[in-house]
């Protein structure tokens, strides 16, 4: 079917160009097309439903197929590709995945419609109406507050209907069918918990953010972590936080060293949190890696920086930023591709991490 529905797609942009028909002009029935193709009705309407998605053509109930708004000169539409974001200067993660995004849709002549979402649910809305909008062949979304209950379901519906290819990136909201895009975050809690295992720590906390996937990606490695290595744990060793509880959390210590009792390890959702904790214990008197050895995820700028510089997991940045976009591309120039990939992140060591002799 792949050669068939190809085939008449690349017919109907050549007849489009040297017929040069304009917006409005009537265009060939699925009926017509099928004869005149002799391929199935199915076959049509993917390829009908890809010029579509191309902004070539339009269907019009009971009045049949249209040129449509988006040519140009030369009967080609622009090549643009949504992006949204949480927001630019306020993560150490995207810029790098910008960068990276960037560099892969310069190559490939295709530009960059860039929106923020600001970190709240009707910001992500508003950002994807206006990529949508700003008529783009595909759309890489990094989603936020993933593990809560999103009201505005409806554009993710009117994506689907519209045929727009879209990939998450880095996270995902669960009930779609999109691909996904990112570091493994299972492997990064597993890595993290492990590497702490193996310095001979047998009681170990963690801290994750219960608003977002990857904090419940990074928990299941982290228990994955103990069944594997067979070394107990305590779910009063684990402290959930959302983004707007972050500074209570790291302002704690005594409270944190409480719950943590017994603990000699800590598996930290981010570089920021380790970060913030790191200082916050050090000025209660607290000693890292003495009191507690902590390991933590991204490799940031933040980790090295740190008093205690972190034993971390390298999130892919750059990489998974164009890993995204040539995974667009494939998408836009073939549907029926698998998009979905997940990169394996790599340990960082440095000193927040003591080995205990047993």
């Not at 009707?122 to 950002?127: H, L, Q, T, V, W």
């Not at 801290?207 to 009063?236: C, P, T, V």
Request: with cysteine; net charge negative.
């Amino acid at each position: 079917m792949g050669a068939k529905y190809t085939k008449l797609v690349d017919w109907a942009k050549s007849h489009i160009k040297e017929a040069n028909l304009k917006k409005g002009d009537k265009f060939y029935s699925e009926g017509e097309l099928v004869e005149m193709f002799s391929v199935s009705r199915q076959t049509v309407r993917h390829a009908v439903g890809l010029l579509e998605n191309e902004g070539l053509l339009e269907r019009r109930q009971g009045q049949g197929t249209f040129v449509a708004k988006g040519l140009s000169a030369n009967g080609t539409k622009r090549k643009a590709i949504g992006l949204v974001i949480m927001a630019y200067m306020e993560s150490y993660i995207y810029p790098k995945v910008l960068v990276g995004i960037e560099s892969v849709l310069q190559q490939n002549g295709y530009t960059l419609s860039l929106a923020f979402s600001d970190h709240s649910l009707d910001g992500e809305y508003r950002a994807l109406r206006s990529v949508l909008d700003s008529d783009v062949q595909g759309i890489i979304l990094s989603p936020i507050r993933t593990r809560l209950y999103n009201p505005f379901t409806e554009i993710y519906k009117e994506i689907e209907e519209r045929g727009i290819p879209l990939i998450f990136l880095d996270s995902y909201r669960e009930g779609y069918g999109f691909p996904l895009v990112g570091m493994d975050d299972v492997l990064a809690g597993q890595m993290a918990t492990e590497h702490l295992i193996e310095a001979g720590h047998t009681q170990i906390g963690g801290i994750f953010q219960s608003d977002m996937m990857q904090g419940h990606l990074r928990y299941k490695g982290f228990i994955n972590a103990h069944l594997a290595m067979e070394i107990n744990y305590s779910a009063k060793h684990t402290i959930w936080y959302t983004r707007e509880d972050l500074d209570v959390i790291a302002s704690a210590p005594k409270y944190m060293f409480d719950r943590l009792k017994g603990c000699t390890g800590l598996v930290c959702f981010n570089d920021l949190l380790a970060f913030r904790l790191v200082d916050s214990f050090i000025a209660a008197g607290f000693h890292v890696p003495d009191d507690i050895s902590i390991t933590s995820i991204d490799n940031s700028d933040m980790a090295a920086l740190c008093k205690v510089p972190l034993t971390t997991l390298e999130h892919p940045k750059e990489r998974l930023g164009q890993l995204a976009a040539n995974q667009m591309i494939k998408l836009i120039n073939d549907p029926s591709f698998d998009a979905n990939t997940l990169i394996s992140p790599s340990l960082i060591t440095r000193d927040s991490v003591r080995k205990i002799e047993r």
